[in-house]
């Protein structure tokens, strides 16, 4: 295997303990703050190469909100590493009973091209908090991210302990068939598939951040343009490549007509008469991609956009009206800047709509009655849920990102990912001496012997008390 030589390095480094200390800890990560300053032009020259990311985009995404779990995760990883103490029976009162924070080992993090910064970086930051060595495989998808991080990560981090591979289809493939000690993917259900399989036959746990169709829920009871621009908004934000973004609108027909022109305002007001000359508004990243949410435009109605330009590969933000649940749209997350609105007679409806398909990494409910945002929230299952807003959760360091069944499994961000690297392992110290408060447990067995450990270990429901 042409990985087998990398993978068993990495694990001589993590076996020597290298990794385990906080200082060392503080100092890679610390480390990946300077990439973060010193590359940053570099950052957002290579994601507009990529797939024409605005500036103000690939900063907020790619540099700011990775400045913001690495400090989160500096200014608290010396508490997050400490030995956690745990309650104790009346036999272990005189030991010590407490939970380590151990590395895994050697882990894998393979990242998607979409925020090709972002996705591979904030779990790479939890990872080296948590003292394991890392494998880090960006997508090849975003040649230009890829090559940046490829020749300059090595420069920053330690190379006995950390590496970069790049690699397409086939040599992830034989990447895969290595032993690591955790795996984190971030892609499709298919590939994700695939991921698992491998993972499988060394019983790997995998983290899988997974998309979806995440639905947004608009209610009768709305303010019209707030709920347009902040859909909008989050739709078309890095073109709708954003596996949370707003997937389809659910909504009566009498707000649908109340959408339509607040969405046509929204969309002018953020790009223009003419988005295409937008320096606001990116590219699908390549050729494969375009063709395929093209294809999409054929579902319902184009109300809005609809435009496409495949030399630049150009998708207008566009509506469609009056989408069908058996339209294609509608088969598979588009993942690009088309927002179909599917109409439903009220919130049951749409409950039931949503309750129907897989679940979802995020749900979306805009109302001004909380009791509405309320009632989806409790009626739903997904990754992730944001009332009258869209993509805001993710900004939250204290908040677990992370799908369900089909849109993944696992959670990180910020001391959700330390504790996702991180095995806790249970650890009980007892005192050599007072034997004689063991022979309770040592055979042979008697009636009152049986009394008395059931009175030291027995665990009592609070509340409930005991007739003599």
């Not at 090559?147 to 397409?168: H, I, K, P, Q, W």
């Amino acid at each position: 295997n042409p990985y087998a030589g990398l993978v068993s390095h990495l694990r001589a480094a993590w076996l020597s303990g290298k990794t385990r200390p906080m200082e060392y800890r503080v100092a890679q990560l610390e480390a990946l703050g300077r990439f973060l300053d010193e590359k940053k032009e570099d950052i957002l020259e290579a994601t507009a190469l990529d797939m024409g990311k605005p500036s103000a985009e690939a900063f907020f995404t790619e540099v700011l909100l990775c400045k913001n779990e690495l400090n989160n995760t500096l200014n608290n990883l010396s508490h997050w590493m400490k030995d956690e103490n745990v309650g104790k029976n009346l036999v272990t009162q005189l030991d010590s009973a407490f939970i380590r924070k151990d590395p895994y080992g050697v882990v894998l993090i393979i990242a998607p091209w979409n925020y090709p910064i972002h996705l591979f970086l904030v779990p790479l930051v939890g990872a080296i908090a948590a003292g394991n060595c890392v494998v880090v495989k960006p997508s090849e998808v975003a040649k230009n991210t890829e090559r940046l991080v490829a020749e300059m990560l090595s420069c920053y981090l330690d190379n006995d302990c950390f590496a970069v591979v790049t690699a397409g289809v086939q040599e992830t493939t034989r990447l895969l068939e290595n032993k690591f000690d955790y795996i984190f993917f971030t892609g499709t259900a298919s590939v994700g598939r695939i991921v698992m399989t491998a993972a499988a036959k060394h019983l790997t746990p995998v983290t899988l951040e997974l998309g979806g169709k995440n639905p947004c829920y608009v209610s009768d009871t709305c303010d019209v343009q707030n709920v347009a621009r902040r859909v909008a908004w989050g739709r078309f934000f890095n073109t709708g490549q954003t596996c949370i973004a707003p997937d389809y609108v659910l909504c009566s027909l009498e707000m649908q007509e109340k959408l339509m022109p607040a969405l046509r305002e929204a969309i002018t007001e953020f790009f223009g008469s003419n988005p295409q000359e937008s320096p606001d508004f990116g590219r699908i990243v390549g050729d494969k991609q375009f063709r395929r949410i093209r294809a999409l435009l054929c579902s319902g109605r184009v109300a809005i956009g609809g435009q496409t330009d495949e030399k630049e590969r150009y998708i207008a933000p566009t509506v469609l009206a009056d989408v069908l649940p058996s339209d294609p749209a509608m088969q598979e997350e588009i993942f690009g800047p088309i927002l179909p609105i599917v109409v439903v007679a009220n919130m049951d409806e749409a409950i039931d709509f949503i309750n129907a398909r897989p679940r979802p990494l995020v749900i979306y409910a805009f109302s001004c009655d909380s009791k509405v945002v309320n009632q989806v929230l409790e009626r739903t299952s997904s990754g992730g849920f944001c009332g009258n807003d869209t993509l805001m959760h993710v900004a939250l360091t204290s908040l677990p990102f992370g799908g369900i069944g089909n849109s993944g499994l696992g959670k990180y961000h910020s001391k959700f990912t330390f504790d996702t690297f991180t095995h806790c392992r249970g650890c009980l110290h007892r005192n050599m001496g007072l034997e004689a408060l063991n022979a309770l447990r040592y055979p042979p067995y008697s009636p009152q012997k049986l009394g008395l450990l059931t009175a030291t270990f027995e665990i009592k429901r609070k509340g409930m008390c005991t007739l003599l």
